[in-house]
T-cell receptor, first 113, second 111 residues
Framework: DAGVTQSPTHLIKTRGQQVTLRCSPKSGHDTVSWYQQALGQGPQFIFQYYEEEERQRGNFPDRFSGHQFPNYSSELNVNALLLGDSALYLC????????????FGSGTRLTVV | KQEVTQIPAALSVPEGENLVLNCSFTDSAIYNLQWFRQDPGKGLTSLLLIQSSQREQTSGRLNASLDKSSGRSTLYIAASQPGDSATYLCAVNSGYSTLTFGKGTMLLVSP
């Protein structure tokens, strides 16, 4: 049973560029959440998608946007990259509201230079 | 706004010791609480999930307890091994479909 799959694993971008990260949820899960983890910090919630709509959003600017597809997979897009966007981006999947907990992927390491 | 604090920030112990990691949260109206393990540069591995109606959960050498009224959870690791070395993260689900994380406890178990 495949868990949460994220791609790519590593990415280097230049300031001002745009980036797209991808996530496939665990089989049977219908909700995808994205988190940003800076070095030495706990993950910070970006947003959550359910039924192809953004349901919750954390304190992140509009440069961060996302999408969920009919097969429950999701994308995270970040525009006008800043050096401060360098972080590990984690995708988590769950059943609605996470009653049975969350399953995380291995993350995408984004470096902005 | 939910805030989660983990103490200690770092812990170094010799192999074989029993140890306790602490997690406190400010809003006791939680849905559930989940403990994760994170190896350097890697994703999160779920260890234990405790529902708000439960007092504890056990998996192998791990035991997690929850005292919702006092806003505390502890993760007990018995007979620690070098392979237990990792960062342990506590995450609270306050019912808004999001997780609030602490900064983690970095554990080093030396042979």
């Amino acid at each position: 049973d495949a868990g949460v799959t994220q791609s790519p694993t590593h990415l280097i971008k230049t300031r001002g560029q745009q980036v797209t990260l991808r996530c496939s949820p665990k089989s049977g899960h219908d909700t995808v959440s994205w988190y940003q983890q800076a070095l030495g910090q706990g993950p910070q919630f970006i947003f959550q998608y359910y039924e192809e709509e953004e349901r919750q959003r954390g304190n992140f600017p509009d440069r961060f946007s996302g999408h969920q597809f009919p097969n429950y997979s999701s994308e995270l897009n970040v525009n006008a990259l800043l050096l401060g966007d360098s972080a590990l981006y984690l995708c988590a999947s769950s059943l609605r509201q996470g009653y049975y907990g969350y399953t995380f992927g291995s993350g995408t390491r984004l470096t902005v230079v | 706004k939910q805030e989660v604090t983990q103490i200690p920030a770092a812990l170094s112990v010799p192999e074989g010791e029993n140890l306790v990691l602490n997690c406190s949260f400010t809003d006791s109206a939680i849905y559930n609480l989940q403990w994760f393990r994170q190896d350097p540069g890697k994703g999160l591995t779920s260890l234990l999930l405790i529902q708000s109606s439960q007092r504890e959960q056990t998996s192998g050498r791990l035991n997690a307890s929850l005292d919702k009224s006092s806003g505390r959870s502890t993760l007990y690791i018995a007979a620690s091994q070098p392979g237990d070395s990792a960062t342990y993260l506590c995450a609270v689900n306050s019912g808004y479909s999001t997780l609030t994380f602490g900064k983690g406890t970095m554990l080093l178990v030396s042979p």
